[in-house]
Every structure is written in C-alpha cells, then in structure tokens.
Nanobody
C-alpha cells in the first residue's frame, strides 16, 4: 500500500522561506516522477514543480527562480524549497508520485502554506 505524506507547511511572512518534504512509502521499486501541486482557496489545483527519477526538473512560470525541487531516491522523498514567498503562494500543497513500472500515481493529503502580507 503506497502512502504519501507531506510535511513542512505553516505560516510565514511574505519574503520568507519554507521547505516542504514528501515521503513516499510502500513500494520496493521506488518512484518515477515526483511533484508538487497546489490549490489556492476557490481555485483549481495547479502544477508547481516536478522532478524525474534522474532529477530533471520542470517548474511553473510563477515559481521559477524562487522555488527549488529536489529528491532523494534512497529515501523516496521529494523536497520543495520555497524562497521569496508571496501572499499568492498561499494554499494547500500536494505531493504526487508515480509508481515505477505501473505508472499509477498517488496523492498525499496536502500541507497548508499560508503567507501573510
């Protein structure tokens, strides 16, 4: 049973930083793409950043230069370093992982990030 657990959210002032972590478990084979998505109040969920198993990255334009995604394959963990946070970065951040060999993806329950202006 694959489990995905996010952590690291919280309240931060604009201009501050947070580091999110997402630990995936339940697979002996590990995971292919891992990524972060977010959902602001009243809006649809949107992609923030993804990273392949070989650490190729993809970022949404609105976080380029501010956020950095990274991963540790040995720990099946993906991180999101968020710097220069803005009030519009407020939302629930979700982790998504893709199981190797099956392509099936799994979501965590999310972690809330609140940026006060």
């Amino acid at each position: 049973q694959v489990q995905v657990v996010e952590s690291g959210g919280g309240l931060v002032q604009a201009g501050g930083s947070l580091r999110l972590s997402c630990a995936a478990s339940g697979s002996s084979f590990g995971f292919n793409d891992m990524g972060w998505y977010r959902q602001a109040p009243g809006k649809q969920r949107e992609l923030v950043a993804t990273i392949t198993r070989s650490s190729s990255t993809n970022y949404a334009d609105f976080v380029k230069g501010r956020f950095t995604i990274s991963r540790d394959n040995a720990k099946n963990t993906v991180y999101l370093q968020m710097n220069s946070l803005k009030s519009e970065d407020t939302g629930v951040y979700y982790c998504n992982v893709v199981l190797r060999f099956t392509g099936r993806d799994y979501w965590g329950k999310g972690t809330l990030v609140t940026v006060s202006s």
